[in-house]
Nanobody
């Protein structure tokens, strides 16, 4: 059974930094990523990374966030710098296995105060 466990959320002032981690067990994942959902809004893509290291970022986080992975540990990370109040939301990691099945983490709250 695949389980994803996230950590690293919290409260931070604008301009600050946070690092999210997500580790998984039970499968081998082709693509890993982070998504977020602000109150009253739809869940949106933040960043993804493939098993060969290709990355994709939402325009709103380019230059501020960095996604990375450790495939040996089945882990994905999101380094977030220069955080803004509009980055506030619940952040979810998602992993896609070789059969293109998606698995989601439980979500971690990030609140950026102005």
């Amino acid at each position: 059974q695949v389980q994803l466990v996230e950590s690293g959320g919290g409260l931070v002032q604008a301009g600050g930094s946070l690092r999210l981690s997500c580790t998984a067990s039970g499968s081998i994942f082709r693509r890993m990523g982070w998504y977020r959902q602000a109150p009253g809004k739809q869940r949106e893509l933040v960043a993804t990374i493939t098993n060969v290291g290709d990355t994709n970022y939402a325009d709103s986080v380019k230059g501020r966030f960095t996604i990375s992975r450790d495939s040996a540990k089945n882990a994905v990370y999101l380094e977030m710098n220069s955080l803004k109040p509009e980055d506030t939301g619940v952040y979810y990691c998602k992993m896609t296995d070789k059969a293109t099945r998606d698995y989601w983490g439980q979500g971690t709250q990030i609140t950026v105060s102005s």
